[in-house]
């Protein structure tokens, strides 16, 4: 039987089976890390909450991707309900679903980070072998000129006219097939073709490759425990069955999010009070100009550009070529009845620029006596101030490129969900330290975006890679 086929198994026969590393959640994070140790030759359980989809699995509805594919069915929101949360549920997490976007973190993000944390290796020259290693595992590709969209014209010509720098957007893929009229944006709800370089077909393919790799899916990890021998972690199977699995290390890779729920209904914010903290989201504001042509912004690769202005980037803010779904872009739009549906029938002749905010305001996860996650996250003076920085400059681009009408996107939405288990020297303000244990413990690590000391303001997952990759060697050792 195909290993990864694991959740077809009979549960029981688990039960007694004995592991090295129990890793919780199968995403970015959580498949680089079983991907090294499995090759080290360490037997490693993944448990992921979400399912296991196979090729042409992948539902291909909009609201059915939705529902089966996020927690909370489809989105989560904070407590003052105008940031809504895409948090992935499903085994290759945010590789799954994401756009593949890959770039490196500059000086600027890694000096923010040594400061915010203390860590000597947050610098770009002891980061960069890491940054190798990852970008052997996956293919990237920078977007093709030739496969530029409707809305990538409209952003290059308005930058043009403006005045502002931009690049074209480096992804993680292999043959998306643009020029056979494959149309990218399928793939927020699972690559059909293979091509994005979700972790199922390539570091978890490789992982299971080596033997020592068992993933259970539809698992949800509950409660962790440490001793001085071991680990234990406690979890609830599709069909309510609660199982209990021991081995010498455990690896936390359930996302910002996740890691932070799993380690308060734990109990672990008694040694370490940093949890839950330093929540970050680079709030994404998306845009939208209607035109008197057609734009057709969901056509081939719908994403090819990005700002790379050094104005911009000291303004806090980046934007990105951007556009999504039906039923996502509808609820940009304010309006009901009639007026609603004469802005969605424009839908061919919209352009789309998102504007996302490097955030200063942390804001904080909890979770409530029942046990349900609760955020807290806003945006202070600054984020706000950094938002309209953002959204002044689309303007200027809709309208010097002719736009009847712009339309500002009614709430943001957090798509990069970092920190909670913040890294950083000292305990009293972080949860994990630069060996990636967690301040206090012994066998137990993390090593994903729930580490993030602060929002770089660049996309995280190339990072996440990198840091997985170090993390391994680390507990390997
Ligand atoms: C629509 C979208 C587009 C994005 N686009 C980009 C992009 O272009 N570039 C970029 O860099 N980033 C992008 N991101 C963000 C990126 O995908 C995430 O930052 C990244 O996936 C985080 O990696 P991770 O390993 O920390 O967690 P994830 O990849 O989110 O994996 C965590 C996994 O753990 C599982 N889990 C959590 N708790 C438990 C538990 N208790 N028990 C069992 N399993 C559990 C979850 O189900 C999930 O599958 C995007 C995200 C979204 C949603």
Same mark, same amino acid.
């Given at each position: 039987?195909?290993?990864?086929?694991?959740?077809?198994?009979?549960?029981?026969?688990?039960?007694?089976?004995?592991?090295?590393?129990?890793?919780?959640?199968?995403?970015?994070?959580?498949?680089?890390?079983?991907?090294?140790?499995?090759?080290?030759?360490?037997?490693?359980?993944?448990?992921?909450?979400?399912?296991?989809?196979?090729?042409?699995?992948?539902?291909?509805?909009?609201?059915?991707?939705?529902?089966?594919?996020?927690?909370?069915?489809?989105?989560?929101?904070?407590?003052?309900?105008?940031?809504?949360?895409?948090?992935?549920?499903?085994?290759?997490?945010?590789?799954?679903?994401?756009?593949?976007?890959?770039?490196?973190?500059?000086?600027?993000?890694?000096?923010?980070?040594?400061?915010?944390?203390?860590?000597?290796?947050?610098?770009?020259?002891?980061?960069?072998?890491?940054?190798?290693?990852?970008?052997?595992?996956?293919?990237?590709?920078?977007?093709?000129?030739?496969?530029?969209?409707?809305?990538?014209?409209?952003?290059?010509?308005?930058?043009?006219?403006?005045?502002?720098?931009?690049?074209?957007?480096?992804?993680?893929?292999?043959?998306?097939?643009?020029?056979?009229?494959?149309?990218?944006?399928?793939?927020?709800?699972?690559?059909?073709?293979?091509?994005?370089?979700?972790?199922?077909?390539?570091?978890?393919?490789?992982?299971?490759?080596?033997?020592?790799?068992?993933?259970?899916?539809?698992?949800?990890?509950?409660?962790?425990?440490?001793?001085?021998?071991?680990?234990?972690?406690?979890?609830?199977?599709?069909?309510?069955?609660?199982?209990?699995?021991?081995?010498?290390?455990?690896?936390?890779?359930?996302?910002?999010?996740?890691?932070?729920?799993?380690?308060?209904?734990?109990?672990?914010?008694?040694?370490?009070?940093?949890?839950?903290?330093?929540?970050?989201?680079?709030?994404?504001?998306?845009?939208?100009?209607?035109?008197?042509?057609?734009?057709?912004? &969901? %056509?081939?690769? @719908?994403? !090819?550009?990005? /700002?790379?202005? =050094?104005?911009?980037?000291?303004?806090?803010?980046? *934007?990105?070529?951007?556009?999504?779904?039906?039923?996502?872009?509808?609820?940009?739009?304010?309006?009901?009845?009639?007026?609603?549906?004469?802005?969605?029938?424009?839908?061919?002749?919209?352009?789309?620029?998102?504007?996302?905010?490097?955030?200063?305001?942390?804001?904080?996860?909890?979770?409530?006596?029942?046990?349900?996650?609760?955020?807290?996250?806003?945006?202070?003076?600054?984020?706000?101030?950094?938002?309209?920085?953002?959204?002044?400059?689309?303007?200027?681009?809709?309208?010097?490129?002719?736009?009847?009408?712009?339309?500002?996107?009614?709430?943001?939405?957090?798509?990069?969900?970092?920190?909670?288990?913040?890294?950083?020297?000292?305990?009293?303000?972080?949860?994990?330290?630069?060996?990636?244990?967690?301040?206090? &413990? %012994?066998?137990? @690590?993390? !090593?994903?975006? /729930?580490?993030? =000391?602060?929002?770089?303001?660049?996309?995280?997952? *190339?990072?996440?890679?990198?840091?997985?990759?170090?993390?391994?060697?680390?507990?390997?050792?």
């Amino acid at each position: 039987m195909d290993k990864l086929s694991e959740r077809r198994k009979p549960i029981v026969a688990m039960e007694n089976a004995s592991f090295d590393i129990i890793i919780v959640g199968g995403g970015i994070s959580g498949s680089f890390v079983a991907k090294y140790l499995t090759q080290a030759g360490l037997r490693c359980l993944m448990l992921e909450a979400g399912q296991h989809y196979k090729k042409g699995e992948y539902p291909s509805r909009e609201v059915d991707a939705n529902s089966q594919l996020y927690w909370g069915g489809g989105m989560e929101l904070n407590t003052s309900a105008d940031l809504v949360f895409l948090r992935p549920k499903v085994l290759g997490g945010g590789s799954v679903v994401n756009q593949a976007l890959v770039d490196r973190f500059d000086d600027d993000a890694w000096d923010s980070w040594k400061h915010a944390s203390g860590v000597s290796y947050f610098e770009s020259s002891q980061m960069a072998q890491w940054y190798d290693k990852a970008e052997t595992e996956i293919s990237i590709q920078y977007i093709d000129e030739k496969f530029r969209n409707g809305n990538a014209k409209i952003f290059a010509e308005g930058f043009d006219i403006n005045g502002f720098k931009y690049a074209p957007l480096r992804r993680a893929q292999t043959d998306c097939k643009t020029e056979q009229g494959n149309d990218c944006i399928d793939c927020l709800a699972g690559c059909k073709l293979e091509s994005k370089q979700s972790m199922p077909w390539t570091l978890l393919k490789r992982a299971n490759a080596t033997g020592n790799l068992t993933i259970l899916s539809e698992f949800e990890v509950e409660r962790v425990s440490e001793s001085d021998t071991a680990v234990q972690i406690e979890g609830t199977r599709r069909g309510g069955i609660t199982q209990k699995f021991t081995a010498k290390k455990l690896v936390l890779a359930g996302g910002a999010i996740g890691n932070s729920k799993l380690l308060l209904h734990s109990g672990f914010q008694d040694r370490l009070p940093a949890l839950g903290r330093g929540f970050y989201t680079h709030p994404q504001f998306m845009n939208l100009g209607i035109y008197a042509h057609r734009v057709n912004a &969901f %056509k081939g690769a @719908f994403q !090819a550009l990005k /700002s790379d202005d =050094p104005g911009f980037r000291k303004g806090g803010f980046k *934007l990105e070529n951007v556009f999504g779904p039906p039923g996502g872009i509808s609820m940009l739009v304010s309006r009901l009845g009639l007026p609603h549906q004469e802005v969605m029938e424009k839908l061919p002749y919209m352009g789309c620029i998102e504007v996302a905010v490097r955030d200063t305001n942390p804001g904080q996860i909890r979770v409530n006596k029942a046990g349900v996650v609760t955020i807290r996250k806003t945006l202070n003076e600054e984020d706000e101030k950094r938002r309209a920085r953002g959204f002044d400059a689309i303007e200027k681009i809709f309208k010097s490129t002719h736009a009847q009408r712009v339309i500002e996107g009614q709430f943001g939405i957090g798509l990069h969900l970092m920190g909670g288990c913040n890294m950083g020297t000292d305990p009293a303000n972080s949860v994990v330290g630069p060996d990636f244990k967690l301040h206090g &413990f %012994k066998r137990t @690590f993390a !090593a994903d975006s /729930s580490i993030f =000391p602060n929002a770089p303001g660049i996309n995280p997952s *190339l990072t996440i890679m990198a840091l997985a990759c170090k993390a391994a060697e680390e507990i390997r050792a």
